[in-house]
């Protein structure tokens, strides 16, 4: 089989998902017995494509231009969609981040193809290749397979495969190709304009030893109280998953997940969260997890090392009862 | 302007959820508005209230969805269209998506707006795959929209606590991003008011759309347990006492 990765960077810096998403297409090709293939996309982005030269693949297409300075759907479309026409892979992948999102869908629709988007994992069956991706908020999961004629795309989430696992070439370097690609001005609709962050980090989630975190079964601002008094107890931080940081309950610098910090501290509680994968890439590499829902089947068990299944107002207090005690 | 919401109906949050074949029994559970979507609802519903205009409300899927059309309308929509197909949960995103731009393509509207992703598959492609297939702009993961005469100044989300302000052109796609806003309750007024308001049903096959799929669900099923979780039971005390000795004493993480 014929792979291609598309590789994701910001203004020259790697989007890490991107690794990750390498070691599953390594994986792949070396099953399938096939070729792979990376695309490195955007402006004075050569660098880049010579450090994804160092990784095991055969080939790394360079594509740059002055239209693809920024990211843009309009802009990546067209020219992906050139590379793909004329290096004609048949399982095209890439790391499931935000900019993905918003352009891979139309990029296999532009070539009338689909895209299974957000795997966790795949499956080869005697050659045929069965992808498994999260349903109904991660209760259930998925096989999904591709119907019709190559090529097909698939985006890996973050966390589904361990970047640390790319292997490096095997003699020192694969050949760096550049791609030109015809792209005008008026090919591109949308604007974008100044990348900025907003309030300055006031927490650094990422370096507390241990997390207390909330969700929705907190259920009113007035309950907080009771989850910081645990917090302090257990000598951690308050942090939540994004329902109660859209609400304003608590500061965004304090939300866990995909479109908050990504914490690996030794101990992780998470009252009251059902353990939507958003909020889970943003955890799952804590030490040790508890978890304290009052439905038993709520995804965040899955994760958990200890368990109780109950009323977190109930065992909030007792277990600051506890913790004070011992 | 004049503005389609897609909102889709999904299974309730709290439903217990029976697997079925490639689906779910729908029998026994309750189904409500796909959280996402209210954020895009009521976003549309805000730009009409600045701007003028219409929002129209659309979604797709047997009977039951109609409910879920009924309560944009009383919060403020001004009619539904309804794509009738009991087998949508069958179609893969381009299927769906291919419908719903056949049901709305004759609109005409300015701005198409989607949640991020629903909360049943959870393809989060139908805004950016509308885009595609009626050949608008589109930008994802809204947190903010100011029109400006023929065209919007958005705000997107990045990941890691980045955003970027794009410039897009009318008519457009956008995806919203959820907590762009506080959603509104459907107020009894409303609730009257939406009885005298239009739900056109299409049945879907009537779109001549054909459907190739581009992916099948083979089969859906409980994952299986990555971690061997140890469940601690009692009273809340005796789980919490127990909790703290695994802690300190089998996790020495205290």
Redesign the interface.
Known sequence: MKLLLIAEQ?QGKW?NTSFETLAAAQQIAAETKGSLAAVVVGRGVAPLADELASKKLDEVLLVEHDLLESYT??GF?VALGQVISSSKPDLVLLPH???V???A??L???LN??????CIAYRNDSGRL?FV????????????????DAP?FASFQAGAFRADLVAPHPSGKAPVNKVTVDLAPQQI??????????AK?AVDLTQAP?IVAIGRGIKAPENIPQAEKLAKA?GGELAAS??I??EGWLP??RQIG????TVAP??YLALGI?GAIQHVVGMKGA?????INK?Q?A?I???????????IF??M???T???EK? | MKIIVCVKQV?A??A??H?AGDW?RESDIGFEMNEPDSFALEEGLRLKEKHGGEVIAVSMGPDRVKQTIKEALAKGADRGIHVADDKFYAL???GS?RSLAAAIDKEKCDLILTGLQS???????TG??L???LDR?????IMQIDVQDSKMRLKR?????????????LPAVLSI???INKVRYATLKGIMAAKKKEITSIPRESLGVSI????????????H?????????GT??E???K??E???FE?R??
């Not at chain 2, 190739?212 to 994952?223: D, G, L, N």
């Open positions: 910001r989007n759907p309009d479309t981040t935000y900019q999102r918003d352009f869908p139309k296999a629709a532009s193809k689909g895209m299974i988007a957000d069965v991706r999260q349903m109904f908020q991660g209760k259930t999961v998925a096989d999904v397979t591709f119907q019709g097909w609709r949308t604007k974008p304009m100044e990348l900025f962050r907003e980090q241990i257990i994004r329902p940081c859209d965004m610098d995909s479109s908050g910090q030794k101990l059902s030490r040790t997890v508890v978890a439905d089947n995804p068990f899955e994760v958990a090392d200890y368990g109780i299944v109950g009323d109930e065992i207090p007792a277990l009862e506890a913790l011992a | 299974p949050k709290d217990p959820l697997i779910i893969d995103p381009l998506a909360d049943d598959h959870g393809f989060g492609q950016v795959l885009a595609a297939l702009p589109h930008a994802t993961l989300e990045l990941e890691a606590g980045w955003f970027q302000w794009i410039e897009c052109p991003q959820s907590g190739q799929p581009t992916q099948r669900v083979e089969s859906i099923y409980v994952p347990k990555t971690k061997k979780t140890e469940f601690l039971t809340p005390k789980a919490a006492t909790l703290v695994k802690l300190k996790a993480v205290l």
